[in-house]
Each structure stands twice: as structure tokens, then as C-alpha cells.
């Protein structure tokens, strides 16, 4: 008999549309010929209100690729204003359809918050059933860029001097705000990334370049989030590394991303052409060697599992190789760095697929 897989697609974050890409690969590729004898799909789509859909609405998000809103107990109103700010609270009460009983394993591919960040991987762990991927402790290490940062000094991983802060201290009274930004100025210097701790593709991320861009991007920032961290600009290439495994986890070979943009930014990452991969990146062996090595040492430091994409800057003047974060739901759509690395690296996508899922069958009997 076939496994079921219960495929969690879509979610509430601002990534809703990318998990809905990715879920269309990943269908394909459990639907290709050394897949399909093994394992039935079973879609599950997370409307952009948070209630849970199985059956034909899923099948149809899947076909289509395009985002679907069930209107039930909503004004239109409301529609609108969820379908335009993933930010906004859950309209819609979570419910656990029926189907949910059926699944022997379950695949989420949801990106940024309540997909990536642990939410969803408890609820899969407290329904006893095993999932691809990270659990609660390693998505939630991995999603806030504060802990992540936390951990990746404490594994000896050299990375970017920041600051963290919290809504309170950016929302405080006039007087101790500016002090904080004397700081930032003092330890960190322009330019500096302002982001919100725990959102991904970045949503909420500034480059600034004065002490008023400093202080409209820390404002922003403390919309999206309670958390906030504050970077060092470095002048860097942008490279990425595939991890695939438990235990004894492997790195792909390092790809590389140029863009022309002033930094990858949203629309860098999502428009067509915007941005080019170069798999596997042109660097010295040594430097791809040890990329490698720092991307299994970052992996063991958050306690990541089946999969994860590690970025690094690599300064070329000087040689050094900076951490920058762990994504531990990296995009998954059939052109996505991720996949294309382990592709390179002589794991096809299909094949990528029944590993990640046996991964998670292997996490779950020990
Ligand atoms: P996200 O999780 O949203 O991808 P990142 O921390 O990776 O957030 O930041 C997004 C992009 O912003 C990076 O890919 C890079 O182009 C730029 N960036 C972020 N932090 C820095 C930094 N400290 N120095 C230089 N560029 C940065
Ligand atoms: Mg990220
Ligand atoms: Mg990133």
C-alpha cells in the first residue's frame, strides 16, 4: 500500500504564494515515475485566513497554482484586508478537517512565520505522526535571526557584529530612544540592515544609510515584529549551501546569487530576472570546503533535521566567510537554489523528495 502524504501548502505568512509554487514541485515529483508507486498525495492548503482545506480546493490551488479564499463567515471587507496583509490576525477558526486522520506522514512546505518558525511543527508533533523537516526547537532557532545568531556564536561561527532590541526599547519614551541609536551608530556604523527578527524573503529589511533612515527602519521594523535586529553592512558575494540529512547531515556544493540591486531584496528574489544562480559558484576549493563545514556546524547548532539552505557572505578582499542565517523551509519551487544545488550536487528532485520523507519516517522511530 502507498504512504500518504499529507501535503501542508499555502499558510498565512507573506510567503503564501512561494509554499504554493513549491508545493507544486514537490506534487510533481511525488507524482513522478519512482514515486508514484510509493506514495499518494494528500493536499492540504492553509488559506491566507489560517482555516485548513483538504479535498477538492487544495487539488484546485495545486492545478492552478493561484491563491483561493473560501468567502465562509467573511465580509468582503475582511476578504480584502487579509488577502491584502498577511500580518493581519486570523479571521477564520482553525479546523482540522477530517482527511488529517488519514496521513501517514506530512510534508509542510509553508515559508516564514507559523510554517517555518515551529507552530506548525508542533502540532504535527503533538498528532504523533512524523514530518519533513525541522521540529519545534530547530524552526524556531532558525526562524528568529536573535537565537539563531545566539547559537552560531556559540558554535564559533563568525558572522556580522549586531544589535538585538525589542518593540519596547524602539517604541520607548523620546529620551531613550535616541541614546539607542547612538549606540547602534557607534558600535555598527553605516551602513546597517534594520530587520524584524522573525520574518523571511526580506519582508520588513532596510539598508540605511543616515540617523533618519535609522530611525523610520527601526519604527517599520517594530510593526512586524517584537524582535529586532541590527546589522553591520558588509560588501559581500552572497553563497548558499544545501544540507540534507539528520544525524549525519551532507552539504551540497555552494551556489552563488548576483543581482544588480542595491541589496536581495523582495522584489530582487521574486521578479523573474531580477537575480541570477550560479551552481556551484566559482570560488577556491579551500573556501567551498569550509562553507560546507560551517553549513553542518550551523545545521548541529540550531538542531535542525531533514533539510535546511545555509547563507554566507564571503568577503573576497579578505578571504573571510561570514554566516549569515539558516532558512530551514528554504524555497522549494523546481528553480529554487535549494533543489538546483542538490540537483548539481547528483540528487534529482524526485529522488530529493523520497529522501526528505524517509528522513522524516527515520527522525520519528527513533
Ligand atoms: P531573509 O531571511 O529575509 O532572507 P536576510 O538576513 O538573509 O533576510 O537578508 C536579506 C538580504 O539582505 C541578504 O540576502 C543580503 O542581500 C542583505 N543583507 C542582510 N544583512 C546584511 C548585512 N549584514 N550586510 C550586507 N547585506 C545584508
Ligand atoms: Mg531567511
Ligand atoms: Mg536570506
Known amino acids: 500500500t502507498k504512504l500518504r502524504v499529507g501535503l501542508l501548502f499555502g499558510g498565512r505568512s507573506g510567503e503564501h504564494e512561494v509554499s504554493i509554487s513549491s508545493a507544486r514541485a514537490i506534487a510533481k515529483a511525488l507524482g513522478a515515475e519512482e514515486n508514484a508507486s510509493k506514495y499518494e498525495i494528500l ?19 495545486l492545478g492552478s497554482g493561484i491563491p483561493l479564499l473560501e468567502s465562509q463567515n467573511l465580509t468582503p471587507q475582511e476578504q480584502n484586508k487579509l488577502a491584502s496583509n498577511p500580518q493581519t490576525q486570523a479571521l477564520g477558526r482553525w479546523q482540522s478537517p477530517s482527511q ?13 512565520p507559523n510554517g517555518e518558525d515551529g507552530t506548525i ?15 519545534v526547537l530547530g524552526s524556531a532557532m532558525g526562524m528568529d535571526k ?11 561561527l563568525p558572522q556580522v557584529k549586531y544589535k538585538a532590541l525589542t518593540r519596547a526599547q524602539v517604541w520607548s519614551n523620546p529620551c531613550v530612544f535616541p541614546k539607542l541609536c547612538d549606540e547602534i551608530e557607534a558600535t555598527l556604523g553605516y551602513p546597517c540592515f534594520v530587520k524584524p527578527a522573525n520574518l523571511g524573503s526580506s519582508v520588513g529589511i532596510a539598508k540605511v544609510r543616515s540617523r533618519q533612515e535609522l530611525e523610520t ?11 529586532i535586529i541590527v546589522e553591520a553592512g558588509v560588501v559581500a558575494r552572497e553563497v548558499e549551501c544545501a544540507v540534507l540529512g539528520n544525524e549525519q547531515a551532507q552539504a551540497s556544493v555552494v551556489g552563488e546569487i548576483t543581482f544588480n540591486s542595491d541589496f536581495y531584496d523582495y522584489e530582487t528574489k521574486y521578479t523573474e530576472g531580477k537575480a541570477d544562480l550560479h551552481i556551484p559558484a566559482s570560488l577556491p576549493d579551500a573556501v567551498s570546503r569550509q562553507i560546507q563545514d560551517m ?43 535549494y533543489p538546483q544545488l542538490w540537483a548539481y550536487s547528483g540528487v534529482s528532485f524526485p529522488e530529493l523528495v523520497d529522501r526528505l520523507i524517509q528522513l522524516a519516517l527515520e527522525r520519528h522511530s527513533k
Do not use: C
Not at 121 to 135: A, K, Y
Open 100 to 112: 488529517v486522520a488519514e496521513v501517514d506522514v506530512w510534508f509542510p512546505i509553508l515559508h516564514g
Open 295 to 337: 553549513a553542518l556546524q550551523a545545521f548541529t547548532a540550531v538542531d535542525a533535521a531533514g533539510l535546511a539552505r545555509v547563507d554566507f557572505f564571503y568577503v573576497e578582499a579578505t578571504g573571510e566567510i561570514l554566516i549569515n542565517e539558516i532558512n530551514t523551509l528554504p524555497g522549494f519551487t523546481a528553480t529554487s537554489m
Open 121 to 135: 511543527q508542533g502540532l504535527l508533533t503533538l498528532m504523533q505522526v512524523p514530518f519533513v523537516g525541522s521540529g
Open 217 to 227: 527602519a527601526l519604527d517599520n521594523a517594530a510593526g512586524y515584529d517584537r524582535r
Open 43 to 61: 493536499p492540504f492548503y492553509i488559506q491566507k485566513d489560517g482555516r485548513w482545506l483538504a479535498g477538492e480546493t487544495p487539488q484546485q490551488v
Open 146 to 156: 536573535i537565537a539563531m545568531k545566539m547559537a552560531f556564536e556559540q558554535a564559533g
